[in-house]
């Protein structure tokens, strides 16, 4: 069984940048597909970034394209999410999971480890 720590947020203004990092424990990272979804207050959780288990397929969620970057580095059983150019409405609680396997990034409900999310608050 994985477990997944999430560490990086904190507060910031618009405009700046924080980098997430996922570490993970358990069965080997390397064969994980990585997601980060996010939940701001009173919203549904979203999906931000997925990433396949080799690093070589990435997906985005529309309203943090070109502004996030999601990475991994196997070596260190780590995933990342770098995010700049932060705005107030990225203010949510950012959580990592993890799956074996393909499928959709997407979908929430194909991942298989979560953790306990890491909260982010961007100030105007």
């Known amino acids: 069984q994985a477990q997944l720590v999430e560490s990086g947020g904190g507060l910031v203004q618009a405009g700046g940048s924080l980098r997430l990092s996922c570490s993970a424990s358990?069965?080997?990272?390397?064969?994980?597909?990585l997601g980060w979804f996010r939940q701001g207050p009173g919203k549904e959780r979203e999906f931000v970034a997925g990433?396949?288990?080799?690093?070589?397929?990435?997906a985005y969620g529309d309203s943090v394209k070109g502004r996030f970057t999601i990475s991994r580095d196997n070596a260190k059983n780590t995933g990342y999410l770098q995010m700049n150019s932060l705005k107030p409405e990225d203010t949510a609680v950012y959580y990592c999971?993890?799956?074996?396997?393909?499928?959709?990034?997407?979908?929430?409900?194909?991942?298989?480890?979560w953790g306990q999310g890491t909260q982010v608050t961007v100030s105007s």
């Open positions: 990433i396949s288990w080799s690093g070589g397929i990435m």
């Open positions: 999971a993890a799956r074996v396997g393909g499928g959709s990034f997407q979908r929430a409900d194909e991942y298989n480890y």
């Open positions: 358990g069965r080997t990272f390397s064969t994980y597909t």
